[in-house]
């Protein structure tokens, strides 16, 4: 995979762990700073575990991502860095639509040019 590539989604997974620290970790701290907009602050007490399960997820995503660097054929590395990728993207598509539209932004777009990069390298 062309070095680009593999930066871009280096950078998605890193954003990924990023987020599964803050959901499963740090979700009545810096959950409360980072989505002060979208939840009031005193409903991050009682969605601390549906965070957390949330964050799990995100850590899933990244590890599926991570696991890129770890093969060495070629054609299963972009298969398997296409398929986490897309998951990425439809979870990202999916929360802008359903919660804010910034997701798309923060989550979607990132792995979208990271998906391109390794569909056109």
């Known amino acids: ?49 549906l965070a957390a399960n949330q964050g799990l997820y995100n850590g899933f995503l990244a590890a599926g991502l991570t696991w890129t660097f770890f093969i060495s054929d070629p054609v299963w590395k972009t298969n398997i860095a296409i398929f986490f990728l897309i998951c990425v993207i439809v979870a990202g598509v999916y929360g802008a639509w359903s919660a804010t539209r910034k997701i798309f932004f923060v989550q979607a777009l990132p792995a979208i040019i990271a998906l391109l990069f390794v569909l056109f390298k």
């Open 1 to 49: 995979m062309e070095t680009t590539a593999q930066i871009l989604i280096a950078l998605v997974a890193i954003e990924h762990l990023y987020v599964l620290w803050v959901e499963m970790f740090s979700w009545e701290k810096a959950g409360k700073r980072i989505f002060k907009n979208a939840l009031a602050p005193e409903l991050f007490k009682p969605t601390k575990t």
